[in-house]
């Protein structure tokens, strides 16, 4: 099965529509398909780019559409809840038992609380999910009462992932409109987050740099 059947599974689909209905309730950024097909894309282009097997990126494709789907049962451990809903649904699916493994695996492994980049498909997603910061995932229009979350994300114009072409080397370049959020309010949130992006750049042999403005901050 294709990671293009995957995104257009309806029962699926209901997951991670609900899944953001909830989310919505508990004033959280964007989670539903923008998001979730931006990881999948990322992280099938990282393993794409890097020369890993054709099914080994339509797997970490499959592993980003699927990785928030736990946010349905509750925000606490969704990576870990999203995991054990995966394995229901590919097996129901008829997926090959050590292909379910190796998206589970990596689902399960994504949260900046308790992930672990286990695997290069695991590293895939970790990278692809945290570099998803972008002003319209805030859905909060009124700017006077943005949260932390909501002025960080706003605050990003522009943010790019991209390999060098020795493939040595992986780069998340931000540009922050500093009238939202400052450097600070980003790593006040995200330093979590870009230290297990650091670990899975190097589980894929890669060093790790974050530019905000044009400056290297890691």
């Known amino acids: 099965m294709t990671f293009d059947e995957i995104r257009h599974n309806e029962v699926i689909n209901t997951y991670i529509r609900q899944a953001d209905i909830s989310l919505s309730a508990l004033g959280y950024t964007e989670h539903s398909f923008a998001h979730v097909t931006a990881v999948a894309e990322k992280a099938g282009y990282i393993l794409k780019t890097l020369g890993y097997d054709g099914r080994l990126v339509e797997l970490a494709k499959i592993a980003g559409y699927l990785h928030d789907i736990g946010n349905l049962v509750n925000r606490e451990e969704h990576s870990q809840s999203g995991a054990i809903m995966a394995f229901r649904i590919l097996d129901h699916l008829d ?124």
């Not at 970790?126 to 570099?131: C, R, T, V, W």
């Not at 072409?165 to 309010?185: F, N, P, Q």
């Open 95 to 218: 997926f090959p038992p050590e292909e379910i493994g190796q998206i589970v695996a990596a689902i399960g492994n994504h949260d900046e609380g308790t992930g672990v980049p286990v695997s290069p498909l695991a590293a895939a997603l970790i990278l692809a999910d945290k570099s998803d910061v972008r002003r319209n995932r805030v859905r909060n229009r009124d700017e006077a009462t943005f949260d932390i979350h909501d002025r960080v994300n706003y605050s990003v114009t522009r943010a790019e992932l991209k390999i060098n072409e020795a493939h040595t080397l992986i780069k998340l370049k931000l540009s922050v409109d500093t009238r939202y959020g400052s450097v600070m309010d980003y790593f006040e949130i995200f330093l979590q987050r870009m230290i297990l992006c650091r670990k899975a750049a190097e589980k894929l042999g890669l060093q790790f740099r974050l530019m905000i403005n044009e400056q290297q901050l890691i």
